[in-house]
């Protein structure tokens, strides 16, 4: 796998439900196809050139020696670091991501920070002895292996990462699901509410929408429908006190979803 050094490492995200964050990995093997908003800010301000370059991910290869230097500096201003916004913790087939990021959460867990995950790959076991307070996240759209080959193809299938999510949640582990991008019908026909069935163990979910999407914005009556999902998630997670975050622009301006 090739590697890149970095100056810095952990910084303050601008992302709604994030605090600190770390990316230490530049690329993404999951080729997602949304498209992804971090492909395409790495595209745009010249980090990478190519969807191709952006699918051969690169280690930061100084991680854990920037966690060293930032963690004593920055630990008393920080609540929570989560991994990762731009890249993915856990990518899959990818041995020397997960060393590093598990040694990367056993660093901040020492230095009493816990840690929020979120991935498209399989979580280790192996975090079952971290810290109590730390949340394990998948990404969860579908239920469709066909789409998910379509849209996420370099990613773990659905029922694999779901399987990994349930073992840790069942070893008393804080666990959640980001169900964002969540598509439309013309992209994918589903049942949410089997969708949400299948996550209903989890300790929290956060919905969205789907973005920069041509399809999102030629299905007819795109902002009511997601207005509808929103309810259903909502009454959902408020009937099994399941948190909920619905991110930003998924509903329409100036409107709440049901409780």
């Not at 230097?69 to 989560?82: A, D, W, Y």
């Not at 899959?92 to 009493?112: F, P």
């Not at 975090?127 to 239920?143: F, P, Q, V």
């Not at 582990?173 to 969708?195: G, I, N, R």
Request: hydrophobic share 35%.
């Amino acid at each position: 796998m090739r590697t890149i050094r970095r100056k810095t490492m952990l910084y303050k995200t601008g992302v709604e439900y994030g605090d600190y964050t770390m990316n230490h990995v530049q690329g993404c093997s999951h080729g997602c196809l949304y498209p992804c908003y971090a492909f395409l800010m790495a595209k745009r301000f010249g980090r990478v050139k190519s969807y191709d370059e952006w699918c051969e991910p690169m280690l930061v290869e100084n991680t854990l020696e920037l966690l060293d230097v930032e963690i004593p500096r920055l630990r008393h201003r920080i609540k929570s670091v989560q991994l990762c916004f731009t890249t993915d913790p856990f990518m899959y087939g990818y041995d020397e991501v997960e060393e590093t990021s598990l040694a990367a959460i056993r660093k901040l867990n020492d230095a009493n920070i816990p840690c929020v995950l979120l991935t498209k790959g399989i979580l280790p076991s192996a975090l079952k002895g971290y810290d109590a307070r730390n949340m394990y996240g998948i990404t969860l759209i579908s239920l469709d292996e066909t789409f998910r080959e379509s849209m996420e193809p370099g990613a773990a299938p659905y029922a694999t990462r779901l399987a990994a999510l349930r073992r840790l949640h069942e070893a008393g582990c804080k666990t959640w699901v980001s169900m964002e991008p969540y598509p439309v019908p013309c992209l994918v026909e589903q049942d949410l509410y089997e969708l949400l069935q299948e996550v209903s163990f989890v300790d929290r979910i956060v919905f969205g929408r789907t973005n920069y999407n041509r399809a999102v914005s030629a299905y007819p009556h795109a902002k009511e429908w997601y207005n509808a999902c929103a309810d259903v998630v909502s009454s959902f997670c408020g009937e099994r006190g399941i948190d909920l975050h619905i991110k930003k622009g998924t509903l329409t301006e100036g409107r709440t979803s049901a409780a």
